[in-house]
């Protein structure tokens, strides 16, 4: 399936925190590991090499957004994502099956395919698991993802069970067409997704038949779209001691430092997020004890950096009354430095745990985590746009 195999470095059990190398055609990333998400081939309010700047070594673009504007045609003209975008590191691209989900009243879904009704205009699109490979291969993405069907929860069984069934059918047509496109030429590499709601016999059976796949990676979707935290960590318990070990996992969706630390503490590799750029336009910022609303009047005459712990560039320059000025005053940098931080305050969480798995200290560095960060409510994130 991929000419370069995920390297596991430490961890060699079914579940517990691991440290790994992905490697790609445009650069290798280390796991744990975090991907801002660039949706529209931008992480909002970044530049790309702002992005990397933050450490991020990977970032995540939509197949669904991409697919209506600017549509696969204009960046194939381009030389792919990368070279549209000038991001010159590795791209994930979700498979568009999110939006079965998101835009559930703008979509009928049958076992052939999904039709959409854009979210722009109305035109519809039919998208069945062997175009969202095509399209994928299309944008250039290095690691490209089967089309799912994801079902809010709570959902009843029926609606879980369907769902279940038809990620898995329509996950054999995803490889068969990656297959065909491989013996044409360079293609990348396809992760598969478990499915089951919070049902832990689908799950369980989920985990299995993607294991077993011809796939390079195995994610783990339909969590964070509406249960509670405790709820999804049971979840993980069922799945991830029953992923192969060789294989990246990927926890799709998720993004609170917290879960980051509880999912890696799972045996998770991967994260995606709209979360820390979202927060960020709301004003809302990561310390090490928890976030914070910078547009609170504490912050007013605060003439130290937000974070003194962070090595971010809005923390290197600026202080905290002045971010609290720019979102006060509505200016669009307050938004961009805002991003900046959160952005990198979640690379340096898996940057922090890659250090303390490597020399056997993780489950201290997590106790330590927890101590001190005071985690927001027991809410899910949310997808930004559709």
């Given amino acids: 399936m991929t000419d370069s195999p995920f390297e596991l470095v430490v961890g060699n059990s079914p579940s517990g925190p691991r440290l790994g190398v992905l490697p790609t055609t445009h650069g290798a990333v280390r796991t744990p590991a975090f991907m801002p998400v660039g949706t529209q081939a931008t992480v909002k309010t970044l530049e ?73 205009d109305g035109t519809p699109f039919v998208l069945t698991p062997e175009r969202a490979v095509q399209l994928q291969a299309g944008y250039g993405s290095d690691v490209m993802m089967a089309l799912d069907h994801l079902v809010g929860l709570p959902s009843s069984a029926s609606r879980v069970a369907e769902a279940f069934r038809r990620t898995h059918e329509w996950l054999g047509r995803c490889i068969v067409e990656r297959r065909r496109l491989a013996e044409q030429g360079s293609v990348g590499s396809l992760f598969g997704i478990v499915q089951g709601g919070l049902d832990p016999g689908l799950r369980a059976e989920s985990a299995g038949l993607v294991g077993e796949a011809d796939v390079a990676g195995c994610a783990i979707g339909g969590l964070s779209v509406g249960e509670s935290k405790a709820e999804m960590a049971a979840m993980l318990d069922v799945v991830t001691p029953l992923l192969p070990v ?39 910022l990561f310390t090490p004890t928890g976030r914070v609303n910078i547009r609170r009047m504490e912050y007013r005459d605060r003439h130290a950096p937000l974070d003194e712990t962070c090595d971010c560039h809005t923390c290197r320059t600026y202080t905290a009354a002045y971010l609290h000025h720019l979102y006060r005053s509505r200016e669009i940098l307050g938004l961009k430095l805002g991003s900046i931080h959160n952005v990198r305050f979640l690379i340096r969480q898996t940057e922090t745990m890659r250090a303390a798995i490597a020399d056997g200290t993780f489950d201290d560095a997590r106790a330590e985590f927890r101590s001190r960060y005071r985690a927001v409510g027991d809410e899910a994130p949310v997808e930004e746009s559709c």
């Avoid at 090499?49 to 003209?77: C, D, K, W």
């Avoid at 996992?249 to 995606?272: I, K, N």
């Fill in 48 to 120: 790309p090499f702002e992005v990397a700047q933050t450490g991020a070594e990977i970032l995540l673009s939509n197949t669904y957004h991409l697919m209506l504007r600017p549509g696969v045609e204009v960046i194939e003209r381009a030389g792919g994502l990368h070279a549209f975008m000038r991001w010159d590191r590795p791209i994930l691209t979700d498979s568009g099956g999110f939006q079965l989900y998101s835009l559930a009243s703008q979509v009928k879904v049958t076992d052939e395919a999904a039709t959409f009704k854009s979210h722009l």
């Fill in 246 to 284: 060789d294989k990246p996992r990927y926890l799709m969706g998720v993004g609170s430092p917290e879960d980051l630390w509880e999912g890696v503490a799972r045996g998770v590799d991967m994260f995606d997020c709209v979360l820390p750029t979202r927060l960020a336009r709301n004003a809302g």
